[in-house]
DNA sequence: ACAGATTTTGCATCCGGATGCAACAGTGCT
DNA sequence: AGCACTGTTGCATCCGGATGCAAAATCTGT
């Protein structure tokens, strides 16, 4: 038994013996239709399976019920977390995720491109854009909100972690501690994630008397290890803490570390990360790091994401979280006050 | 400047001199338009920022060009690459992703409503669904391709990795490499791959006089180092090859060897995975394991999806991609041939 | 320059649901 | 019963592009 033809609304009406305006309001909340009218439509529609053409109703109503999610690197350990819990929250609106993944910057435009034509209500954003994409999407009123980026001088909502408040905590700590010999792993330049975590350390070591050499990494393993290597060379070896951007290049650098140079981590050499992803919290590495409240930020994204959809003409607001600083065992910290 | 209400391709039309038909031609490949007109017409879209409205173009050709791809648990590391892959073949089709992630089986049929309300044009499933759900996909005559899972008795067309031939190959090198003691850590046991994978070396271990104690896991990190915890009670400690349905179970079951039960793997206990995820690789770990061919998978679902987007009634196909033994140092392998 | 072949163009219509408006039914009250 | 009022319903129309068809424009060959 194949439906070969999709039912519509009128196929639906026309078994339940109304209009297809009825039909039309049964699935539109807010509607007024009696109770009985109702009851009839809705079986009808269960017996020919119908479902509402999104598209149909999308082109009259211009809301499309889809929100953009543009992550860069999904292969980076933190985003698919993000994006499963996103998506979880946006469908609990009622709203689907067109998803975009980015490779390179480049493509960005093309992908883009698909996402006007959805006509997407908004979009959350976890990828790099020019600024020029950015203002477009302002200009086409299509609301958006940044997650852990900045744009346009803070003119576009966002939300974030706090960066430099999550390295101010572990360098107090590495610091307090007794560590000397400070090194940094930071992530690409042209991350804004990287360039606060970057600054917040080195801001903090410079008011508490100390420097560091710092890096630059691709916030991947492989980039760990080799930052790691580098810091070695640097110091002749007498590196004893090292502030990885990321908990991913904090794990490079701690197997590089240990196999490389047979350095016990955290005895001879402190290493901490940020994020607080799966891989941070194993046996074998038990990072000492900053956990990323992810539940609170992306129900934060997705609540003033729809709160823009509402009204476009919110201001911007920027919401920062802080980390949890989880002491794990990669690093020497201060003894916990009144631990 | 704010462009308030949204280009349509009449105030391209307007704008261009030409008929709306006009516009809407130069936007669809294979449409007969003179290279002046279509010149035309690109410059007046572009000062006015256009962009087709899929809603509306889907609406009328029956194409949303939207490929729902389903995934159940996105944490587990493997699927991320697997979604990237998937998202940038689709868009090179010109076919955008509608992402639907799935967390319980329960809220399964919601999420389906979701899809049938956006009429996609297909689906690419890595979530367990019920065969009630999937038949609900042929009778709308949606193509499906099923990624590493197996459908309606072989009616569905699917990707594969060859789980079996996969863990007899592992199976294959343990017992060659003189292991006795064998144990499996199995994934949930309505999943379609821990079924295979298990039974898979059950098989290959029965057909080498060898037995195995079975215990379920649930593909996640934890429960490969609660397997381990099981099995080595269940053995006295006498277990020396492991072989677990996934990576993220082994890397598990490796740190909870060293950590708790103070074993050395590989010269003690030797661990096997499979998937070949990235953190399999990790210093750490050196997983021996099966690296499934991602990126020829991800194609071949693309491709086979697209084929049956083109002709709904291609017949069904499995397609079955043997993976790639990855050496590693987590288990004492049989010495290579010709090595 | 002209008939005929070919391409380009515009017109009108369609897709499937949403909604303002007017007609209609049902309710409560005098 | 009559009237005002709230609650339902159907009609007609609209959203924005796609496309068959016929008219118009361009090209071909002589």
């Known amino acids: 038994m194949t439906e070969s033809k999709p039912t519509t609304s009128y196929d639906v009406a026309q078994r339940a013996g109304v209009s297809q305006s009825a039909v039309s309001r049964c699935f539109r909340p807010g509607s007024s239709i009696s109770p009985k009218t109702r009851a009839r439509v809705l079986a009808a529609a269960s017996e020919l399976g119908y479902h509402p053409n999104a598209m149909a109703s999308g082109l009259i109503t211009k809301r499309s019920n889809l929100v953009a999610v543009m992550i860069s690197n999904l292969t980076n350990l933190y985003y698919p977390e993000v994006l499963a819990e996103i998506t979880r929250r946006l469908s609990d609106h009622g709203i689907?995720?067109?998803?975009?993944?980015?490779?390179a910057e480049s493509d960005a435009d093309a992908m883009l491109d698909q996402v006007w034509r959805y006509r997407v209500d908004g979009a959350i954003i976890a990828a790099r854009l020019s600024p020029e994409q950015l203002t477009y999407f302002a200009r086409r009123r299509v609301p958006v909100v940044l997650y852990n980026r900045f744009g346009e001088g803070g003119a576009v909502p966002s939300v974030c972690c706090d960066s430099v408040g999550g390295e101010r905590l572990l360098v107090d700590q590495l610091v307090a501690a007794g560590h000397s010999v400070f090194g940094i792993i930071a992530g690409p330049d042209d991350s804004y994630v990287s360039q606060q975590r970057v600054s917040g350390a080195q801001q903090r070591l410079?008011?508490?008397?100390?420097d560091a050499l710092v890096v630059e990494g691709a916030f991947d393993y492989d980039s760990g290890a080799a930052?790691?290597?580098?810091?070695?060379?640097?110091?002749?070896?007498?590196?004893?803490?090292?502030?990885c951007a990321n908990d991913l290049m904090a794990i490079g650098a701690i197997d590089c570390a240990r196999v490389t140079f047979g350095i016990d981590v955290p005895q001879n050499l402190s290493i901490v990360g940020f994020d607080g992803v799966a891989p941070a919290m194993w046996a074998s590495y038990r990072l000492s790091t900053i956990r990323q409240p992810v539940r609170r930020m992306t129900e934060a994204a997705v609540s003033m994401l729809m709160e823009r959809i509402e009204d476009p003409d919110l201001p911007p607001e920027i919401r920062t979280f802080s980390g949890k600083l989880i002491e794990g065992e990669s690093a020497r910290l201060a003894p916990r006050t009144g631990g």
């Open 96 to 103: 689907s995720v067109l998803m975009v993944a980015l490779q």
């Open 206 to 210: 410079r008011e508490l008397g100390r």
């Open 227 to 243: 930052g790691l290597r580098s810091l070695m060379a640097l110091t002749d070896g007498r590196l004893d803490a090292l502030i």
